[in-house]
């Protein structure tokens, strides 16, 4: 890529890298919004600052505002052995790529490790000392690699022989476990939650894999010569897309594994039965614990960039028939807007953000402590995709369980505004907050940045209608406002045979999300 060419991309807007089934974006975040919704969901997202080294070898750490951000996405219908037989034209692009995607897996794994319970202490010494100078436990090695990230060829080939063997010692486990007579669901269950059952092995499985990819990633960062190293990088480029593959296959299984432990059969209403079921169904709740978060937070995954139904995608008008059904029965966004008034929302807000506060701060000193080399915007980033995840529901708050959308979005705004060091300490303060976020999605429908597409605009709309309603909710109005959610009225649109559902789900899933998505983008710009 020429120097003309790179300023050419600079002045249009984000520039892009591609190598394989990989490509990298980086530019202003309303582009890189607008390019995510229109059939990208699936990328990662990262500070520029998590890609500096690859910048500085191409010559480009200075070309980037400082609001710039990155997006990783993979194609992973493409061949994910790409590497091992094209060289790339420019060396160091492939040392950008590769940073990018040892960064996402080791963010990623690390927000599955903050969902799921800590590591259960029997199951870490039945494992045993790992075979690396100083023989420590998994979870001893966790704790240093967390503060002090080094790499090791000794330590990484280790650790690809652990996460490889505890894989597939929860790909087999969970199959014997959906093999089993459903009669024996308890004892199954039981025994997969043994110091050496396959469950435990999951939490292990994601505790390697976090010191694996920081291994990686450190290593990538302290390439010099991209040319004499190209060999190498192709090979660990290969072998993270080999793990991100496993993992998305393991995640299948491990779906199903919920399903039967989610059972709505298993939870009986009579109350009596249910006093004698109690220990049995805090049993299976635990095991949902432990997996759950590894299946909801490495996200799809599988699509590719024209799975989304003609009815959303740009210049196709039955978009408006998908957004009439998905407001089927409830309040119009027009009335929401008619009858709001600004000053509502900042008094529920600023109620909100007060309530909020106390878990913000928690969240906040864990982030420091448990990343302590993490820059502020790294830290932005973690807490974004936090915010993504409670608020789509795909996971729940350690203290406060799953949370409402208005909830996710004042936790999000508090957390902001103490990774800033914005003042937080008095409700005036927190109202004007409150005020510039309803002005910032208000304002937004109104910017350039996106062409006319149903899709965005859908979004753009949702994420108003979801502030709008916060004043009537919190303010004990009788009023239905929309919610994002699977909205089954479109999946019947979508998905007339059950061979289509699972298209479906994952065009919806793209609605929400880019609706989060933007919402994150507005609260992100009324916190400062």
């Given at each position: ?11 249009r ?49 200075g070309d ?10 993979i ?5 994910p ?26 963010n990623?794994i ?29 979870n ?8 002090s ?14 996460v ?9 486990g969970?199959?014997?476990f959906?093999a089993?007579?459903?009669a ?17 092995r999951?939490s292990l ?12 990633l450190?290593?990538i960062?302290?390439?010099?010569d991209?040319?004499?190293m190209?060999?190498?990088l ?30 709505p059969?298993l939870?009986?209403?009579h ?14 709740d ?13 996200g799809?995954?599988?699509g590719?960039d024209?799975?989304?139904p003609?009815e ?9 028939a ?11 966004d ?5 009858d ?23 969240y ?16 932005k ?13 795909k ?14 979005v ?16 008095d ?8 005020r ?12 350039q ?16 209608s ?19 959610a699977?909205?089954?009225?479109m ?5 007339p045979?059950v ?6 789900e ?23």
């Amino acid at each position: 890529m020429t120097a003309e060419h790179n300023a050419t991309l600079s002045e249009r807007g984000p520039q892009f890298f591609t190598d394989g089934p990989i490509t990298v974006a980086i530019g202003g975040e309303a582009a890189i919004t607008r390019w995510e919704i229109l059939g990208h969901m699936t990328a990662g997202r990262l500070s520029v600052d998590s890609v500096a080294h690859g910048l500085t070898l191409l010559g480009l750490n200075g070309d980037f505002a400082d609001d710039a951000v990155v997006s990783v996405f993979i194609d992973d219908a493409e061949d994910p052995l790409v590497f091992a037989h094209i060289e790339p034209e420019i060396p160091a692009r492939r040392v950008l790529i590769a940073e990018a995607m040892a960064a996402v897996w080791n963010n990623r794994i690390q927000d599955i490790a903050d969902t799921s319970a800590p590591l259960y202490q029997d199951a870490v010494e039945d494992l045993g000392r790992l075979e690396i100078p100083g023989s420590p436990h998994l979870n001893e090695l966790l704790a240093q690699r967390r503060r002090s990230t080094t790499t090791d060829r000794v330590e990484i080939e280790a650790l690809s022989h652990l996460v490889h063997e505890l894989r597939q010692a929860v790909v087999f486990g969970a199959a014997g476990f959906l093999a089993a007579d459903p009669a024996e669901l308890k004892d199954t269950t039981r025994k997969a939650l043994a110091p050496d059952g396959w469950i435990h092995r999951l939490s292990l499985l994601v505790a390697a894999e976090e010191c694996l990819a920081g291994a990686l990633l450190a290593g990538i960062r302290t390439t010099d010569d991209p040319e004499a190293m190209a060999a190498g990088l192709a090979a660990d480029c290969t072998f993270m897309l080999g793990n991100r593959a496993a993992d998305l296959e393991l995640c299948g299984v491990l779906s199903e594994v919920v399903d039967v432990l989610e059972d709505p059969a298993l939870r009986p209403s009579h109350r009596v039965i249910r006093m004698v079921a109690r220990p049995t169904q805090r049993m299976l709740d635990g095991a949902v614990h432990i997996i759950q978060p590894f299946v909801n937070l490495r996200g799809p995954g599988r699509g590719r960039d024209g799975w989304l139904p003609s009815e959303l995608t740009a210049g196709e008008r039955g978009g408006d028939a998908a957004a009439r059904a998905a407001d089927e029965g409830q309040i119009l966004d027009a009335e929401l807007v008619e009858d709001f008034r600004p000053e509502e929302l900042a008094t529920a807000f600023g109620e909100l953000f007060e309530e909020m506060l106390p878990e913000a701060e928690a969240y906040v000193k864990k982030l420091r402590n448990d990343h302590p080399d993490d820059s502020v915007d790294q830290r932005k980033n973690r807490a974004e995709r936090r915010f993504m995840d409670l608020a789509a529901r795909k996971t729940a708050d350690t203290n406060l369980g799953y949370l409402e959308l208005d909830e996710a979005v004042a936790l999000h705004a508090m957390t902001l505004a103490l990774l800033r060091e914005v003042p937080v300490d008095d409700t005036g303060k927190r109202e004007r907050q409150a005020r510039q976020l309803q002005l910032a999605i208000s304002g937004y429908g109104r910017l350039q940045e996106f062409p006319d597409n149903q899709l965005i605009q859908r979004g753009i709309s949702m994420a108003q209608s979801s502030l709008y309603a916060v004043a009537f909710h919190r303010l004990s109005r009788d009023r239905r406002f929309p919610r994002l959610a699977v909205v089954m009225a479109m999946l019947e649109k979508f998905a007339p045979t059950v061979n289509e559902r699972f298209i479906a789900e994952r065009a919806l899933e793209v609605i929400n999300g880019g609706a989060l998505r933007i919402l994150a983008m507005m609260v992100d710009k009324a916190i400062r």
